[in-house]
């Protein structure tokens, strides 16, 4: 069989389209979606530069309207997505000890139930599921909000004003959004790890809720922390600027919206993935 | 800063009052595309206690002009200065400038999520940085002028866009504004709607009780007719370019077709 699989792929029609030179307009597409993607980049980057700039120069100018915006964010990206979030707990306690309980009894690895819980519910599920619950339930709405404002023309009202549209608009989001994050995940996890023990309780693993709390205590380290914190700091603020960005850096029209907004939701996703990714390197660089 | 601090005496001996705008060959782009050419070569003087109005038709560059001299982009030529300051001004140190100008836009352009008590306040409580309870009563002041208490808790979606469009007026005016740009503000309104906005305006011009100084006007408008008598200073716009027709009177004088067309003449055929 081998023999043959080399032969069909050894033939001659395969080696006359291999050696073929690649169409033009292959090229030309490869080309424009990796200038867009540079471009894209490039954008990002320095809105996420201005608005941190905003920020720290900001601080202490019109507190009296910006900061009740940050708190009204915070409770908006955090508060207010707290029952989604005990639902979401309950049902990924169920997901990880209900697919994993099974196995370990059979390999007599239980003893590791508290660190595989760790290892996928606090260092990957419970960040990557509170950032992209945070993007469909508040990213995708500041991107309809801030678009539809900029094309009805209240971002320009707010700078004849003299109003910064960053100050007013994009810092409450980005604050409320990184707060709001980091909360939901800290709910999220201990939800899930409360969860997951109920679960395994009910399916009658013989693990007293001392040892498994012993487990999920050595298998957590400072780093663990650390890492939690900065990750989901980190996913809430480039959500909300990647939001942002593409709700009110440029000019749209209003049946633009929709276009922003799927482009918006898609780059967050890759975002927090990728990021995700570097994190993973991070923990396994230690 | 020279020119809003001293009288221009001339060399007749006459006093002027000083310039607030001063545009020398300034070409402005368009807000949808910043180097698109919309108007050019425009020379043009408003002192202090002008009223002018800039005619033109639909699409010939009014509002991407006014937004121009409203500081919302920067001039593509030229040079323009507001107030004796360079302009586009977009740093904090000289924004006190800018403020000094108010501008009012075609549609109002509201924040739909606030309402239009909120919509008011929201400037004089960024910049003086004050609560919602300490603007209270200066907004209730500036709505009940404007007669917009009875929607003060309504939001803009709520109202038709006269209402809207007073409420646009009463958020510029309370930042007190020496000088105040309005984009059409009586484009499509009823007949006592039209009677109202221009007694205001007059009133403004004149020295409202609310501001307790004369405000200078500049407004854009596609019919000219309805500023008979009450205007000063006419130009209009036309083929990119800012044409300075001077009183009422050489407003009728002029030949244009264009002026005839604001003016709503019917054309020989």
Redesign the interface.
Do not use: I, V
């Given at each position: 069989m081998a023999k043959a699989s080399v032969t069909s792929f050894d033939s001659p029609p395969v080696r006359f389209v291999l050696r073929m030179p690649i169409p033009r307009s292959v090229v030309h597409y490869l080309g424009r979606k990796l200038f867009r993607f540079l471009l894209t980049v490039q954008g990002l980057g320095a809105f996420a530069l201005i608005t941190l700039g905003v920020i720290f120069r900001k601080f202490r100018t019109a507190r009296q309207v910006v900061w009740p915006l940050v708190f009204h964010e915070t409770a908006r990206a955090g508060l207010r997505l707290l029952p989604l979030f005990l639902f979401m707990s309950a049902s990924l306690g169920l997901v990880v000890i209900g697919q994993t309980v099974s196995w370990l009894t059979k390999v007599g690895a239980i003893n590791y139930l508290g660190t595989i819980m760790v290892v996928v519910v606090v260092r990957e599920l419970g960040p990557l599921l509170t950032a992209l619950l945070v993007l469909a339930r508040i990213g995708a709405a500041n991107v309809i909000e801030l678009g539809t404002a900029r094309a009805l023309g209240e971002v320009e009202a707010l700078e004849a004003l003299g109003i910064d549209p960053v100050h007013y608009l994009v810092v409450p989001r980005v604050i409320g959004m990184a707060a709001g994050a980091f909360s939901l995940m800290v709910y999220l996890i201990l939800g899930a790890l409360i969860s997951g023990y109920l679960w395994a309780f009910l399916q009658d693993v013989p693990l007293r809720p001392g040892e498994y709390f012993r487990q999920l205590a050595e298998a957590l380290s400072g780093l663990d922390f650390a890492m939690l914190a900065i990750k989901t700091l980190v996913f809430g603020f480039m959500i909300a600027v990647i939001t942002c960005y593409h709700g009110l850096a440029q000019p749209l029209r209003l049946e633009e919206v929709s276009y922003a907004t799927v482009r918006a939701v898609a780059q967050s996703v890759i975002a927090c993935v990728l990021l995700d990714a570097l994190f993973i390197i991070i923990y396994l660089a230690k | 800063m020279a020119g809003i601090t001293t009288i221009a005496k001339s060399e007749t001996g006459v006093t002027s009052p000083p310039a607030i705008i001063e545009m020398r060959e300034v070409a402005s782009g368009s807000?949808?595309d910043l180097n698109t050419v919309g108007v050019e070569g425009v020379n043009w003087t408003v002192a202090a206690h002008d009223y002018w109005v800039i005619g033109g038709l639909q699409g010939s560059g009014k509002s991407d002009f006014l937004?121009m001299t409203?500081?919302?982009m920067p001039p593509l030529r030229g040079e323009y200065r507001l107030f004796g300051e360079k302009m586009p001004i977009f740093d904090e140190a000289r924004?006190p400038t800018?403020?000094r100008m108010?501008?009012v836009?075609e549609?109002g352009?509201?924040?739909?999520?606030l309402t239009i008590r909120e919509n008011v306040g929201?400037?004089f409580?960024?910049?003086k940085?004050?609560?919602k309870a300490?603007v209270f009563d200066r907004v209730s002041t500036f709505l009940e002028a404007l007669e917009l208490g009875p929607f003060a808790d309504s939001t803009p979606g709520a109202l038709a866009l006269n209402w809207q469009k007073r409420a646009?007026l009463a958020?510029?005016l309370i930042?007190e504004p020496d000088l105040l740009l309005l984009d059409s503000p009586v484009f499509g309104l009823d007949l006592r709607q039209l009677n109202w906005w221009l007694g205001f305006m007059d009133e403004l011009w004149r020295g409202h009780k609310l501001l307790a100084r004369p405000v200078t006007l500049v407004v854009t408008t596609a019919d000219l007719r309805p500023w008979r008598g009450r205007a000063h200073q006419f130009a209009i716009l036309r083929e990119r370019k800012l044409s300075v027709l001077g009183t009422w009177q050489q407003v009728e004088a002029a030949s244009s077709e264009l002026v005839s067309e604001l003016l709503t003449i019917e054309q020989k055929r």
């Open positions: - | 807000m949808r937004a409203g500081g919302l924004l800018r403020l108010g501008l836009f549609t352009q509201l924040f739909n999520h929201l400037p409580r960024y910049h940085n004050l609560s300490a646009a958020r510029a930042l």
